[in-house]
């Protein structure tokens, strides 16, 4: 946390992007970006840092203040007007969609776990809705990965599915990331 804040960061969330990146070369080239689970804001940073003439939008239940270059909605990404302002604040398909979503946890790991898969699932559906072809999906999950259907799906519709737990996640954590590259297309269901 103090690294973030030393270096402008919002949160130590940038440096897992940063070393998902650096693994697998996710953000360079990248023109239109959408972050979902913006809150607080640590991912659309390295985006804007790393490639400034990006367009970017993102979206959080929470509020976010303002980041130079991000067009942020404080809205439920789950309501049926969310793609949709998303796409249009962009002007045109993405070619990387991130998603740091996950639900608010009540406490019972199986229920806070299918919660969250939930959202991995609709976060995944509106990427292999909007992507362009050849585009990336990262998303959060939790300890087990990404179950085998949602895995199946990420298969069939993207070139390589990787699951990754970058260094900067706390040794306890559960999380891990996904990371889907090369979308094939909508055509691929």
Not at 94 to 120: C, E, F, K, W
Not at 174 to 188: L, M, T
Request: charged share 25%; hydrophobic share 45%.
């Amino acid at each position: 946390v103090k690294r973030a804040k030393a270096e402008g960061y919002r949160s130590r969330a940038a440096y897992k992007l940063i070393e998902l990146d650096e693994r697998f070369e996710l953000i360079r080239g990248s023109k239109r970006v959408v972050d979902l689970g913006l809150a607080p804001g640590g991912w659309a940073q390295v985006i804007r840092r790393r490639i400034p003439k990006a367009t970017v939008v993102g979206i959080d239940l929470l509020p976010v203040d303002p980041i130079e270059g991000v067009t942020i909605f404080e809205m439920d990404f789950l309501d049926d007007a969310a793609p949709g302002k998303l796409i249009e604040a962009l002007g045109g398909a993405p070619d990387l969609v991130l998603s740091d979503m996950a639900a608010n946890t009540v406490g019972h790991p199986q229920t806070d776990a299918l919660r969250t898969m939930a959202l991995v699932e609709t976060a995944l559906h509106f990427a292999c809705e909007v992507l362009e072809p050849g585009g990336t999906f990262v998303s959060k999950v939790f300890a087990g990965g990404a179950d085998s259907e949602l895995v199946a799906e990420m298969k069939r519709n993207f070139k390589t599915v990787k699951h990754a737990k970058p260094p900067a996640s706390r040794k306890g954590s559960v999380e891990w990331f996904v990371v889907a590259q090369g979308f094939k297309g909508r055509s691929a269901d």
